[in-house]
């Protein structure tokens, strides 16, 4: 299947921002641009055109962060060493010594033995307990899995063995979709010994290195190992990785934005929205609540400075908590440097003001708002960071949305998953997030070889913790928060939005960039706003309101 590797540019971040300590977690935050965007004014309004113009990683491990621990895995014991490190006891598919540094073996994470009863010394002499208690003494599990249950045995016990029977198939047919949903129910129903079993069996069929469900099974399992292992405010102190070197995270979160056009779609769709409602405005004043690289923002003032008429007066206020500063290499002011010295090469006046903050933390008097200015402001892929009513009475989550409408904005652009794991459960959040990143690792894997280095530790570092961070992690811990589209316009419109339409000009060059891509990416028109996915799986959105 032909694909070409560039595609035109807007800007990324499926965010990632890397952790500085164990107990902070940061997501992805990277915006690129290499090509032009050029600007049209036109009867129909304004627009943009596009111009063309493995070594070693880390893996996610789960361990309490203190102390030693031991761990039940059979065939082999494990325990944690004071620093937290894995070591094993025996030989160990799943633990060999370079298991942590070598793309070929089988993704493997311990589990804490607080999980597991005290009693239990050999896991396959617990099974054939159970089996001998729901099929009787003389019958195997092993050879019977395919709907063997005995005459007279109730309704129960008929189900179980069914249920067994499944179990049993999906292992032997290495069916990771099938064991991973059936590991989670174990978790969800706190069967902890067939949840056991179940992790043992995945870590001898996932792989970093293998099909894209193989992948995303390694880290899926690493989310429901530290969902056993820990809960809470405990759960990031066990979730410890090696971080990259500020270069390599860049480096990482550049090659995630090229490989796919989901954050291109955002961020040139957007800006498309914000130059039609500011075509005929004299002063702009643009609020980015999570600036990052502040290179969403280049094209934008390059078609400014081709405006008919003469560029507006643009300031961008950028607000980005100092996490960010890891992935940038330094604080908001590299970012206002960088944006004042395009401004003045392509003669537009222009200001930066940095609040450095958590998009949560923003308060009327830290937006610096002026009379005479149109007002722009975007939320690209960070509202749903903010906790809701489901997790804080502040409820920040509308709150900014409130914020934000008592300024009377002409434009404000949205952009987000098209995923519903905010106050889902355990276990349909589990789906939700398997059936996810199911389509975005396929996505990815139609570019990048399977054992290339690069793509595993772009998958590592810029997707795999917010995968964990779904699944392993409640109440304020849990940051990845997503929503659907259809949830977001009820709180835009409770706000006292309405919507903004993204014009035909702009999905038609969204369209221009998605030929630059495999031609299993859709793209769908839908009350004004666009929806790009892969297949038959919406994953991101992008909407304008007023």
Request: a negative charge.
């Amino acid at each position: 299947m032909s694909q070409k590797r560039r595609a035109s540019s807007m800007s990324n971040e499926l965010y990632y921002r890397p952790i500085q300590e164990a107990e902070a977690y940061c997501l992805p935050q990277f915006r690129s641009l290499d090509q032009e965007l050029c600007y049209n004014d036109s009867s129909q309004g304004a627009y943009f055109s596009v111009k063309n113009s493995l070594q070693q990683y880390c893996t996610l491990e789960s361990s309490l962060a203190d102390g030693n621990y031991a761990i039940y895995n059979s065939p082999s014991t494990v325990s944690f060493s004071p620093n937290g490190s894995p070591m094993s006891q025996q030989d160990s598919h799943s633990y060999l010594p370079d298991q942590h540094h070598s793309p070929d073996n089988a993704y493997g994470s311990p589990i804490s033995g607080s999980c597991i009863t005290d009693e239990m010394t050999d896991l396959k002499y617990k099974l054939k307990e159970i089996e001998s208690v729901m099929l009787g003494p003389d019958l195997s599990l092993l050879n019977n899995y395919d709907g063997a249950i005995l005459s007279g045995s109730s309704n129960n016990i008929s189900h179980e063995s069914e249920s067994w029977g499944q179990i049993m198939e999906s292992i032997s047919k290495r069916d990771v979709k099938q064991v991973l949903i059936s590991c989670a129910k174990a978790v969800s129903d706190n069967d902890l010994l067939m949840a056991q079993w179940l992790m043992d069996e995945l870590r001898r069929i996932v792989s970093v290195s293998g099909e894209p469900i193989q992948r995303l099974g390694a880290y899926m399992l690493e989310g429901l190992v530290a969902k056993l292992a820990s809960s809470g405010s405990n759960i990031y102190k066990a979730l410890k990785c090696k971080e990259p070197a500020s270069s390599e995270m860049l480096s990482y979160m550049h090659i995630l934005y090229e490989l796919c056009p989901y954050f291109k779609f955002g961020y040139m769709s957007a800006n498309g929205a914000i130059a039609e409602a500011m075509k005929d405005e004299n002063r702009v004043h643009i609020i980015d609540f999570q600036i990052a690289q502040g290179s969403q923002w280049i094209t934008l003032i390059q078609a400014f400075a081709a405006r008919p008429g003469g560029p507006p007066h643009i300031r961008i206020t950028g607000i980005d908590d100092t996490m960010s500063a890891y992935a940038r290499g330094g604080g908001l002011e590299i970012v206002g440097r960088k944006l004042s010295k395009l401004a003045e090469t392509f003669k537009v006046p222009f200001e930066f003001h940095a609040a450095d903050m958590s998009g949560s933390e923003v308060q009327l008097e830290d937006l610096r708002i002026q009379p005479g200015e149109a007002l722009a402001v975007n939320f690209a892929f960070v509202l749903h960071h903010m906790a809701d009513e489901s997790v804080s009475t502040q409820n920040h989550r509308d709150r900014l949305l409130r914020l934000v409408k008592s300024l009377s904005p002409k434009c404000v652009t949205l952009v987000e998953q098209e995923s519903n794991t905010n106050t889902a459960a355990f276990f349909p959040r589990f789906l939700e997030t398997l059936n996810y990143y199911t389509a975005m690792f396929e996505s990815i894997d139609v570019t990048l070889p399977r054992g290339h280095k690069e793509r595993i530790n772009v998958e590592q570092h810029c997707l795999a913790r917010e995968v964990v961070n779904i699944i392993a992690c409640e109440a304020a811990e849990r940051v990845e928060r997503h929503e659907l589209l259809g949830k977001w316009k009820l709180r835009l419109k409770m706000a006292g939005f309405s919507p903004y339409p993204l014009s035909s000009l702009v999905n038609a060059t969204i369209k221009t960039l998605l030929e630059n891509y495999c031609n299993k990416y859709k793209l769908e028109e839908r009350d004004g706003a666009l929806y790009l996915g892969w297949m038959n799986r919406f994953l991101v959105t992008s909407s304008a309101w007023k």
